[in-house]
């Protein structure tokens, strides 16, 4: 009986005040710093006294930077691997062939021929790659040269185009970008 009323004559916390951000969809642990940087524009876009949102920001600026080392850490370590590893392959090759009429292994002549043709494979996808690119980007500025050639020519003769050119240069932009995709979708 007696903790009852002991319980009974506690005060109890209120709830806190509701406000328009949904608290608990953008408090989860980020996992990308995009989704710190979202968290980090949410919170200084509270209505929070001056000090306190001065201080917030310079913890959200020590955050992005920390975060931001430490996935440029991440990846010079994962080269730097890669890197130990490829240097350790080659000793350990040069360790078993003997130049000038050497003796060489028949398993690493054979790994060595397959990974020189891998390499010559990928060279040349990635020059594919380029041209396609560089093909792209030559149609591209073609199409351009054509609209606005094209643009140039009414706009000699109109004066009311030049009101309009902002707008009709965003739609021909647009329509080239369309173009652009459709010529990538069909390389693809």
């Known amino acids: 009986m007696r903790e009852s009323q002991i319980l009974e004559a506690r005060p109890f916390t209120p709830d806190p005040p509701s406000s328009s951000v949904d608290w608990p969809n953008i408090f989860n642990t980020p996992l990308t710093i995009c989704t710190l940087q979202r968290q980090a ?49 080659r000793q350990r090759q040069n360790c078993r062939i003997v130049q000038k009429g050497g003796v060489i292994y028949a398993k690493d002549a054979k790994h060595i021929a397959q990974e020189r043709e891998s390499n010559e494979l990928e060279a040349a996808r990635t020059r594919l790659a380029r041209l396609e690119q560089a093909a792209v980007k030559k149609r591209q500025r073609r199409v351009r040269q054509v609209v606005w050639n094209r643009f140039k020519k009414k706009l000699a003769n109109r004066d ?25 979708e069909d390389v693809v």
């Not at 209505?47 to 992005?64: C, V």
């Not at 920390?66 to 990846?75: F, S």
């Not at 030049?162 to 369309?178: F, H, Q, S």
């Open 160 to 184: 009311d185009f030049i009101k309009d050119l902002d707008k009709r240069m965003a739609l021909v932009c647009a329509e080239m970008l369309n173009w652009a995709e459709e010529d990538q």
């Open 41 to 89: 524009n949410v919170l200084q876009s509270t209505d929070l006294p001056l000090s306190t949102r001065h201080d917030l920001g310079k913890f959200i600026k020590g955050s992005l930077t920390i975060a931001t080392t430490g996935q440029l850490m991440t990846e010079h370590v994962e080269r730097s691997q890669a890197a130990e590893n490829a240097r350790k392959l």
